[in-house]
């Protein structure tokens, strides 16, 4: 008869005494790794864990609280850093919490109040870590805290000379402050500037400067919107920061991590989104303000000055400017500000044209007197290019969009340029009228036009170019005649192969790559790779690893201090699962732990990259993978330790693409000969067989 599910194998280690095996109850209060076993986590202790008999966290509370009061700056250390290690658990910090807010009237943590007052060194350092460590279980709000506290960690941030660990854990108190309170807000950004915090990232830490980036990052985010709006002009200390993080970051000889990569893609993101105001407004055409941008788009392009209100006739001037609108390639011949009137694109479409015409003068000639010199139907229309373009470049980019949460997606180009947005446009209008040109286009075609556009400028994007010279070269190399070569190419692949012995040949090979797929899987399951424990946390630094066994039985996992560089070995992984107890593998909204996380902001994101491993009756493992990639490696590699089908996206694109190219490894000799639909028909039998030889 096998042993209850809720018993288990475990060995228990008295303080000074060696372990000892036992058979308990998973309620057992007991400590594994420095966390507490209650009835929540009870499910995680596991066959042949050491459990270690402790004080309880009560008491273990008390203690601490006690240790940190005395006058002894050794003993107080000590309690410190024990306080940072304890408080990761949940269990402690509710009663240590608990304790202190019963200690202390004012609400907040009493201790902390030493923060205001003369700490410094590793005293400091281990304070600062356990309120983070606190702070992050979510059970007190961050409006407890007063000016004071806010002002003194602003200071340690301001120095020019701080402690390392002091300096990322008071930016990372700083961030969260700002993300969850937007009273805090309105106290940091009293506190403390984009310009105090530029210093930061002038130095060689790579952790300091993504914390740096992203409390830059949330003071962007949470600001008000009168506040954005006079963002939108670049100021002196806007263009230092995006001159640092282009030479101290970007183009550093050390490698961009992924959270550096993703606070880059957040801080592209809103620089962008601060042109959201211009794209949303509506042009008044009353406006005369308004109207002077376009005279002077027409005094550039045509070289004339804006004649006096007594200079010919009324009818004699209208008839003059409709010309010359009609030449600028505005649809309202008459009152081209009516143009404007729609949204998106709104004034951020006039804002680009009168930057390119002013920054670019010799292009933008160039190309509104190409087209004006052409027949009616074949000129490419500057106003309506340029309208319709701004509003394409606006959904390539996703102005107004909030970042998301895994996105890594930044590109280098946008932190060259301090009028990135307006030097992209100007590369894109003038590829534009290289393509319409290419295309022989007329009016009629003007939609076939911006598709093709808009897959040369995606194209080239998807290449990361690190300026926008090489984002203009890449263009170069992308005519409409490589566009249709590509085009092609990619429908051979899809289209192409569909007569019957070409099918047949592909569903013979297609078991031999799928059986490819599945050990490639396996192998990268026997790599392993680095997971995210679930916190409620924005960012998260708490790691565990998982790896198949070579032999395919066991699945080794554990728990990491930090993110491996390279390969983690099997030895140092204290927990493994048979792959024989394996029942099912859940994925989305079907796991426990996003059915305990639904309330989080990124749920979205996170439920396409959730899965669970369930073993036993009713224990599983949780999943989160870092991205969609790895989410596909490890759901088809445990489908197929599982006899079952691989059924991810990256699967199917696996197939068509080693599918596609064996096929054409296996017909290069068929090339340019015309294969048949259907088998040439058998032949009637002759007859007589008269003309058959008998060599005997």
């Given at each position: 008869?096998?042993?209850?599910?809720?018993?288990?194998?475990?060995?228990?280690?008295?303080?000074?005494?060696?372990?000892?095996?036992?058979?308990?109850?998973?309620?057992?209060?007991?400590?594994?790794?420095?966390?507490?076993?209650?009835?929540?986590?009870?499910?995680?202790?596991?066959?042949?864990?050491?459990?270690?008999?402790?004080?309880?966290?009560?008491?273990?509370?008390?203690?601490?609280?006690?240790?940190?009061?005395?006058?002894?700056?050794?003993?107080?250390?000590?309690?410190?850093?024990?306080?940072?290690?304890?408080?990761?658990?949940?269990?402690?910090?509710?009663?240590?919490?608990?304790?202190?807010?019963?200690?202390?009237?004012?609400?907040c943590f009493s201790f902390y109040l030493s923060v205001t007052i003369t700490v410094f060194g590793?005293?400091?350092?281990?304070?600062?870590?356990?309120?983070?460590?606190?702070?992050?279980?979510?059970?007190?709000?961050?409006?407890?805290?007063?000016?004071?506290?806010?002002?003194?960690?602003?200071?340690?941030?301001?120095?020019?000379?701080?402690?390392?660990?002091?300096?990322?854990?008071?930016?990372?108190?700083?961030?969260?402050?700002?993300?969850?309170?937007?009273?805090?807000?309105?106290?940091?950004?009293?506190?403390?500037?984009?310009?105090?915090?530029?210093?930061?990232?002038?130095?060689?830490?790579?952790?300091?400067?993504?914390?740096?980036?992203?409390?830059?990052?949330?003071?962007?985010?949470?600001?008000?919107?009168?506040?954005?709006?006079?963002?939108?002009?670049?100021?002196?200390?806007?263009?230092?920061?995006?001159?640092?993080?282009?030479?101290?970051?970007?183009?550093?000889?050390?490698?961009?991590?992924?959270?550096?990569?993703?606070?880059?893609?957040?801080?592209?993101?809103?620089?962008?989104?601060?042109?959201?105001?211009?794209?949303?407004?509506?042009?008044?055409?009353?406006?005369?303000?308004?109207?002077?941008?376009?005279?002077?788009?027409?005094?550039?392009?045509f070289d004339v000055e804006c004649e006096s209100n007594n200079s010919g006739s009324f009818e004699?001037?209208?008839?003059?400017?409709?010309?010359?609108?009609?030449?600028?390639?505005?649809?309202?011949?008459?009152?081209?500000?009516?143009?404007?009137?729609?949204?998106?694109?709104?004034?951020?479409?006039?804002?680009?044209?009168?930057?390119?015409?002013?920054?670019?003068?010799?292009?933008?000639?160039?190309?509104?007197?190409?087209?004006?010199?052409?027949?009616?139907?074949?000129?490419?229309?500057?106003?309506?290019?340029?309208?319709?373009?701004?509003?394409?470049?606006?959904?390539?980019?996703?102005?107004?969009?909030?970042?998301?949460?895994?996105?890594?997606?930044?590109?280098?180009?946008?932190?060259?340029?301090?009028?990135?947005?307006?030097?992209?446009?100007?590369?894109?209008?003038?590829?534009?009228?290289?393509?319409?040109?290419?295309?022989?286009?007329?009016?009629?075609?003007?939609?076939?036009?911006?598709?093709?556009?808009?897959?040369?400028?995606?194209?080239?994007?998807?290449?990361?170019?690190?300026?926008?010279?090489?984002?203009?070269?890449?263009?170069?190399?992308?005519?409409?005649?490589?566009?249709?070569?590509?085009?092609?190419?990619?429908?051979?692949?899809?289209?192409?192969f569909q007569s019957r012995p070409i099918l047949e040949l592909r569903e013979k090979i297609q078991?031999?790559?799928?059986?490819?797929?599945?050990?490639?899987?396996?192998?990268?399951?026997?790599?392993?790779?680095?997971?995210?424990?679930?916190?409620?946390?924005?960012?998260?630094?708490?790691?565990?690893?998982?790896?198949?066994?070579?032999?395919?039985?066991?699945?080794?996992?554990?728990?990491?201090?930090?993110?491996?560089?390279?390969?983690?070995?099997?030895?140092?992984?204290?927990?493994?699962?048979?792959?024989?107890?394996?029942?099912?593998?859940?994925?989305?909204?079907?796991?426990?732990?996003?059915?305990?996380?639904?309330?989080?902001?990124?749920?979205?994101?996170?439920?396409?990259?959730?899965?669970?491993?369930?073993?036993?009756?009713?224990?599983?493992?949780?999943?989160?993978?870092?991205?969609?990639?790895?989410?596909?490696?490890?759901?088809?590699?445990?489908?197929?330790?599982?006899?079952?089908?691989?059924?991810?996206?990256?699967?199917?694109?696996?197939?068509?693409?080693?599918?596609?190219?064996?096929?054409?490894?296996?017909?290069?000799?068929?090339?340019?000969?015309?294969?048949?639909?259907?088998?040439?028909?058998?032949?009637?039998?002759?007859?007589?067989?008269?003309?058959?030889?008998?060599?005997?």
């Amino acid at each position: 008869m096998p042993p209850p599910a809720d018993i288990v194998k475990v060995a228990i280690e008295w303080p000074g005494a060696f372990p000892k095996l036992m058979e308990i109850d998973q309620v057992s209060n007991a400590d594994s790794t420095n966390f507490y076993i209650t009835e929540k986590n009870r499910n995680n202790i596991k066959n042949g864990s050491i459990l270690r008999l402790t004080t309880s966290a009560a008491q273990m509370a008390q203690q601490l609280h006690e240790r940190i009061q005395s006058s002894s700056m050794d003993m107080k250390l000590d309690a410190l850093k024990d306080l940072a290690n304890s408080s990761r658990d949940i269990t402690f910090a509710q009663e240590f919490i608990n304790l202190d807010v019963t200690v202390c009237s004012s609400g907040c943590f009493s201790f902390y109040l030493s923060v205001t007052i003369t700490v410094f060194g590793d005293l400091l350092s281990f304070t600062l870590t356990a309120f983070v460590e606190l702070m992050d279980h979510g059970i007190v709000s961050w409006d407890t805290f007063s000016v004071a506290f806010i002002k003194k960690i602003a200071s340690y941030v301001c120095k020019s000379s701080m402690d390392t660990a002091v300096l990322q854990r008071s930016l990372a108190i700083l961030e969260s402050m700002v993300l969850n309170s937007q009273d805090l807000y309105q106290k940091v950004a009293q506190e403390i500037t984009i310009g105090q915090l530029i210093p930061h990232l002038q130095g060689t830490d790579q952790d300091i400067q993504t914390y740096t980036i992203a409390v830059i990052n949330a003071l962007f985010l949470k600001a008000p919107e009168e506040k954005r709006q006079v963002q939108t002009k670049v100021t002196q200390s806007q263009k230092q920061l995006r001159s640092i993080i282009l030479s101290n970051v970007i183009r550093s000889n050390k490698p961009i991590n992924d959270e550096m990569a993703h606070q880059l893609y957040v801080l592209q993101v809103l620089t962008f989104n601060l042109l959201e105001d211009r794209m949303m407004t509506k042009m008044d055409p009353q406006d005369q303000a308004q109207r002077d941008i376009i005279f002077e788009l027409r005094r550039i392009a045509f070289d004339v000055e804006c004649e006096s209100n007594n200079s010919g006739s009324f009818e004699k001037r209208k008839s003059m400017y409709t010309r010359d609108y009609k030449k600028l390639g505005f649809i309202n011949h008459v009152n081209p500000a009516v143009d404007f009137t729609q949204i998106p694109p709104g004034m951020l479409a006039l804002d680009n044209m009168l930057y390119f015409a002013r920054h670019h003068q010799d292009a933008y000639i160039r190309i509104v007197l190409e087209n004006s010199s052409r027949e009616d139907k074949h000129e490419c229309p500057f106003g309506r290019s340029s309208i319709e373009l701004t509003k394409m470049l606006c959904e390539i980019l996703k102005v107004g969009e909030l970042p998301s949460e895994n996105c890594h997606d930044f590109h280098p180009m946008f932190f060259t340029h301090d009028r990135s947005f307006e030097e992209f446009f100007c590369i894109c209008i003038q590829l534009l009228n290289k393509t319409w040109k290419e295309m022989r286009a007329t009016s009629e075609d003007f939609n076939k036009v911006m598709q093709v556009v808009k897959e040369q400028i995606t194209r080239a994007l998807t290449i990361k170019p690190n300026s926008l010279d090489q984002f203009k070269s890449r263009l170069q190399n992308l005519s409409y005649t490589e566009i249709l070569k590509l085009r092609q190419s990619e429908r051979m692949n899809q289209e192409d192969f569909q007569s019957r012995p070409i099918l047949e040949l592909r569903e013979k090979i297609q078991p031999e790559i799928m059986e490819l797929i599945k050990q490639q899987r396996l192998n990268r399951l026997c790599e392993g790779t680095c997971f995210r424990k679930i916190s409620s946390r924005r960012r998260q630094d708490k790691f565990w690893y998982c790896r198949l066994s070579p032999n395919h039985k066991v699945l080794h996992y554990g728990d990491l201090e930090e993110s491996p560089q390279g390969e983690v070995p099997h030895d140092s992984l204290q927990d493994k699962l048979p792959v024989a107890d394996i029942k099912a593998v859940v994925t989305g909204k079907d796991c426990p732990h996003m059915k305990e996380k639904g309330a989080l902001k990124q749920n979205k994101e996170l439920l396409e990259l959730a899965f669970s491993v369930l073993y036993e009756s009713d224990e599983y493992l949780n999943f989160i993978a870092p991205d969609k990639h790895e989410y596909c490696v490890w759901t088809d590699g445990l489908n197929a330790l599982l006899g079952k089908e691989m059924t991810s996206e990256f699967t199917r694109s696996d197939m068509d693409t080693l599918l596609n190219m064996e096929m054409k490894l296996r017909l290069l000799d068929l090339e340019n000969i015309q294969i048949p639909e259907v088998p040439p028909p058998i032949p009637k039998e002759p007859s007589n067989y008269d003309f058959v030889y008998d060599c005997n």
